[in-house]
């Protein structure tokens, strides 16, 4: 079992992983309440601070039922303290919850895991059913809606990075998770730098990171809709 100062989980109870941290199914020590929560690994520090910082930073901003919210960042016990960023400074391993116990209509009760663990299950060998397929559309695009309210881009929406909770009346509830690529955009801003999955990427994005065709195009807050179309 691994801990925090206040949450601790299975290392066999993984909700999902990634290049750079595991998402396991927790609870807070005091309360029992359950939380998804990120751990991230030695490789995420190989990381330019400002690059691990900003998941941090993007998730404060944010409220929404669609989107997992943030509520602590802590050291795991036991952890390494000698992992070194880019820059030379200190890092610490470090879990933050992201699942909140229930508070309302909407609320997750029970943390399922992301969106590719349910289509990997053999009960959806030929897809979603239709109104489960529409619950995800419509809860991905009211997140993408309010991330676009205050000028973020996720910049890697797939389903491994779709969180799946049971509310309390038994629907299923999607929640937007790993910002990780996640970034704040001004009014009509674009960017140039590659991020995300190939299978998931925007046409001018594929050419040039997967075909390897050299052009100078920019992206926008649409990289986002691609993922999802």
Not at 25 to 50: E, I
Not at 82 to 90: K, Y
Request: hydrophobic share 35%.
């Amino acid at each position: 079992m691994q801990s925090t100062t206040n949450y601790l989980w299975l290392i066999s109870d993984l909700l999902g992983q990634g290049a750079t941290a595991n998402v396991y199914r927790g609870r807070h020590k005091k309360t029992g309440d359950l939380y998804a929560v990120k751990v991230f690994n030695n490789l995420s520090f190989l990381r330019p601070l400002d690059v691990q910082m900003r998941e941090f930073e993007v998730l404060k901003k944010l409220n929404h039922k669609n989107i997992v919210k943030l509520f602590a960042v802590e050291e795991e016990v036991g952890s390494c303290r000698s992992c070194r960023s880019h820059s030379g400074a200190a890092l610490i391993r470090v879990l933050f919850a992201v699942q909140h116990p229930p508070q309302g209509p909407g609320d997750g009760v029970l943390v399922c895991g992301s969106l590719y663990t349910v289509l990997e299950e053999s009960s959806q060998t030929y897809g979603l059913p239709e109104d489960e397929f529409l619950i995800v559309l419509h809860d991905v695009v009211a997140g993408m809606n309010h991330l676009r309210e205050y000028g973020i881009v996720h910049r890697d929406i797939k389903p491994g990075n779709i969180m799946r909770v049971i509310g309390e009346d038994g629907r299923s509830v999607y929640k937007l998770t790993d910002f990780g690529a996640a970034r704040e955009l001004e009014d009509d801003e674009q960017f140039v730098s590659l991020y995300g999955t190939e299978e998931y990427l925007h046409p001018d994005m594929y050419e040039r990171a997967v075909l390897r065709k050299d052009h100078q195009k920019k992206y926008g807050a649409t990289v986002d809709l691609w993922s999802i179309g």
